[in-house]
Structures are given as structure tokens and as C-alpha cells.
């Protein structure tokens, strides 16, 4: 079984202060982790992802994320926000443990975070 | 760049109704997934499919059904149609080879459908 939790229905910042997002993730094996976002009215957006490697990933509009084994987490971070970053955001993981033609993804319930300016 | 449309934003229909919602990629995408989206609960899945006529069930599939009867649609169909299933309904499409199975999602607008 695959599951994501996001410990923060919201998340509210200053303009030009750090910005953290986070969640914690449960596989049966490796993951493959996802940040998506949703701006109003509009569809899932890819922000980055994790398959293997470098701990640090860096994604779209100056995010990053930092993938913890030991502490199964995915955090996302932008050091400077933006008030156009206030948006729902959300984590998803697939274990890489998967069999053929089983490709879904477990998301998170979802992170809003505004930016105030 | 990948394209996925949904074929309503907005939709409104009455209780025991049969609803379709039709979702259309343009990237020969192998798979496809139809989600349902409600504040505090995230996406669930409700159904996917990695080949045409090819389906399975995902989190929730009770009251659906879907039918992919071309490689680039994917219809999700509301049998009789209740409050209950008043949400956010979204589409996605991923490639599907083995060599590709961390491929993102890419999703459509959504239809919000409202049940009265």
C-alpha cells in the first residue's frame, strides 16, 4: 500500500520569506515522489519530481524539494515566495514496487498556501 | 506540449440522471485516469486505463463505470446520478511504457459537476 499525508491544510507567508511545504510518504519500497499545484479554477500542474539520486530535486518557478529516507518526508521549499505562488498544493507517490500496468499514484489532501504581500 | 480537455467546466444535473464525462489527450498517451476531487479528501482515483478496452478500478469506483474505446478517450459514465456525487472531476494522461513508469501526470481543467 501507498499513501502521502500533508500535516498542513494551509500554510501562510510573507512575501520574499521561505516557503515550506510539507509531507511525509508511506511505500512498501522505494517511491517515486511528485509536487503538483493548482491555481485557481485551473487543472494539476507537474512542479518536480524524485526518482533516484540527488537528494535535492529542483523543479518549475524556483521550487525545490528535498527527499529524507529516514524520515520518509518530500519537502517542498522556495526560498523567496511570491504572491502568485499562493495556490494548492499537492504531494503524490507511487512505489516503485509496482506490477504491469499499474501506474496510479496516491496523493496528499492537499496544502493551501497564500502569500500575502 | 502534452494537451488534455475535458469536454464540460461546468455541469449540472438532476438526481437519477445518467452523466457522461468525456476526456480527450492528443499525445498517444498509454494511460489514463479519471479522479474526483473534494476539499480536505485530495484526489482519489476512480478508475484507469493502460490500454483501450483495458480498465481497472481505483480508490472509489462505486456508482462509476468508464469505457475507452479509442487509445486517445476516456469516458467516465454516472449510471444514475446522485448528491453524493457532486465534485471536482479530473482527468489525467501519463505515457506507459516500463521504461517510463515514473512519468508524471498531466491533467485536464476539470468539470465541476454539480448534482441536484
Known amino acids: 500500500a501507498q499513501s502521502v499525508a500533508q500535516p498542513e491544510d494551509q500554510v501562510n507567508v510573507a512575501e520574499g520569506n521561505p516557503l515550506t511545504v510539507k509531507c511525509t510518504y508511506s511505500v512498501s519500497g522505494n517511491p517515486y515522489l511528485f509536487w503538483y499545484v493548482q491555481y485557481p479554477n485551473r487543472g494539476l500542474q507537474f512542479l518536480l519530481k524524485?526518482?533516484?539520486?540527488?537528494?535535492l530535486v529542483k523543479g518549475s518557478y524556483g521550487f525545490e524539494a528535498e527527499f529524507n529516507k529516514s524520515q520518509t518526508s518530500f519537502h517542498l521549499k522556495k526560498p523567496s515566495a511570491l504572491v502568485s505562488d499562493s495556490a494548492l498544493y499537492f504531494c503524490a507517490v507511487r512505489d516503485m514496487r509496482y506490477r504491469v500496468g499499474d501506474y496510479k499514484l496516491s496523493f496528499g489532501a492537499g496544502t493551501t498556501v497564500t502569500v500575502r504581500a | 506540449d502534452v494537451k488534455v480537455t475535458q469536454s464540460s467546466r461546468y455541469l449540472v444535473k438532476r438526481t437519477g440522471e445518467k452523466v457522461f464525462l468525456e476526456c480527450v489527450q492528443d499525445?498517444?498517451?498509454?494511460?489514463m485516469f479519471w479522479y474526483r476531487q473534494d476539499p480536505g479528501l485530495g484526489l482519489r482515483l476512480i478508475y484507469f486505463?493502460?490500454?483501450?478496452?483495458?480498465?481497472e478500478k481505483g480508490d472509489i469506483p462505486e456508482g462509476y463505470s468508464v469505457s475507452r474505446e479509442k487509445k486517445e478517450r476516456f469516458s467516465l459514465i454516472l449510471e444514475s446520478a446522485s448528491t453524493n456525487q457532486t465534485s471536482m472531476y479530473l482527468c489525467a494522461t501519463s505515457t506507459g511504457t516500463l521504461l517510463s513508469e515514473y512519468d508524471e501526470q498531466y491533467f485536464g481543467p476539470g468539470t465541476r459537476l454539480t448534482v441536484t
Open positions: 499525445m498517444d498517451h498509454e494511460n
Open positions: 524524485y526518482i533516484t539520486g540527488d537528494n
Open positions: 486505463s493502460y490500454d483501450v478496452k483495458m480498465k
